[in-house]
C-alpha cells in the first residue's frame, strides 16, 4: 500500500473525530448514535468493496450478475428493515418489483455510462447498480409503507367500500393512488436537495472516470430522473404482486410491520 493510501487513511479518521470531539464539548449526547452509524457505514463500505475486489479479481460476467443481484437484494432487505416491515410478506414481491425495473435502468445507464463492450465490466457495473438499487429502494419501500399505513389506518373506509359492492381493487384504488403520488412527490423533493448536495459530486466522479463534461451533465439529470421512474415503476408492480401475500381470501388485510 502507497504511502498516499495511509495519508488518506489518516484524513478520514482525523474527519471522524471531529464529531466526537464537538459532542464531548457541547454535551449532544449523540456518541452512540455517531458509533453505531460509523460502524454501520464502515461495514457496508467494507463489505462491498471486498465483493467489488473479488468479482474484479475474477472478471467473470457471470460472477458480475450474480453480485448485482446479491447487492439488489440487500438493498430491499436492508430498506425493509429500516421501515420495521416483514420481510415473510413483503420481501418477494419487493424484490420483485425491483428487480424487474433493475434489469432494464442498470443495463441502458451502463452502457450510456461506458460504451460496450467496458459497459459490463465489474468497475463500471457494479457501482451503477448500487447507485440504482439503493435510492430506488429505499424510495420504493417507503411507497409500500405508506400504502398499508393508509389501509390500515382507514380500514373502515376499506371496509365499507367492499360492503357496498366494491371490489377488491377498487377498494384499494384510492390507496393505490396516494401511495404513488407521495413517493413521486417525495423523490422530487429529494432530487431538489440533492441536485445541491449530491449531484455536484457524481458530476465530479464521472469527469475522474473521464468522461465528458457534456455528457457527465447529461448522465447526472438522468440518474435523478431514472430514479424518479424506476421508484413509481417498482412501486407500481411490488404492490401488485404484494396482493397475494398481504391479503386473505376474504379480501382482509393482514399484518405486514
Not at 467494507?46 to 475486489?53: K, M, N, P, S
Not at 377488491?168 to 413521486?184: D, E, G, K, P, Y
Not at 466522479?205 to 424518479?228: D, E, H, Q, R, S
Amino acid at each position: 500500500m502507497s504511502l498516499q493510501f495511509f495519508g488518506e487513511l489518516l484524513f478520514c479518521i482525523l474527519l471522524l473525530v471531529i464529531p466526537f470531539v464537538l459532542d464531548n464539548i457541547l454535551k449532544l449526547n449523540l456518541s452512540d448514535r455517531l458509533l453505531r452509524g460509523s460502524i454501520s457505514l464502515l461495514v457496508l463500505i467494507g463489505i462491498c468493496g471486498a465483493i467489488l475486489d473479488f468479482v474484479m479479481w475474477q472478471n467473470h460476467l457471470w460472477l458480475t450478475i450474480l453480485a448485482a443481484f446479491i447487492v439488489v437484494a440487500v438493498t430491499c432487505i436492508w430498506a425493509l428493515l429500516h421501515f420495521c416491515l416483514k420481510l415473510r410478506r413483503l420481501l418477494i414481491p419487493s424484490l420483485t418489483g425491483l428487480l424487474v425495473v433493475m434489469l432494464f435502468l442498470a443495463p441502458l445507464s451502463a452502457i450510456l455510462v461506458t460504451p460496450l463492450p467496458q459497459s459490463f465490466s465489474p468497475q463500471n457495473f457494479l457501482p451503477i447498480v448500487c447507485l440504482l438499487s439503493g435510492s430506488i429502494s429505499f424510495n420504493m419501500i417507503r411507497g409500500i409503507r405508506q400504502y398499508y399505513v393508509g389501509l390500515k389506518n382507514h380500514a373502515a373506509l376499506y371496509n365499507y367500500l367492499l360492503g357496498n359492492g366494491c371490489t377488491h381493487r377498487q377498494a384499494v384504488a384510492f390507496f393505490f393512488h396516494r401511495s404513488l403520488q407521495s413517493t413521486s412527490l417525495w423523490v422530487l423533493r429529494r432530487i431538489s436537495t440533492t441536485m445541491l448536495t449530491a449531484s455536484p459530486l457524481l458530476l465530479l466522479a464521472l469527469i475522474w472516470a473521464g468522461v465528458p463534461v457534456m455528457k457527465a451533465a447529461v448522465l447526472n439529470f438522468m440518474f435523478f430522473f431514472a430514479v424518479l421512474s424506476g421508484s413509481m415503476s417498482s412501486l407500481f408492480i411490488s404492490l401488485w404482486f404484494a396482493r397475494r401475500y398481504t391479503f386473505d381470501e376474504y379480501s382482509r388485510l393482514q399484518p405486514v410491520s
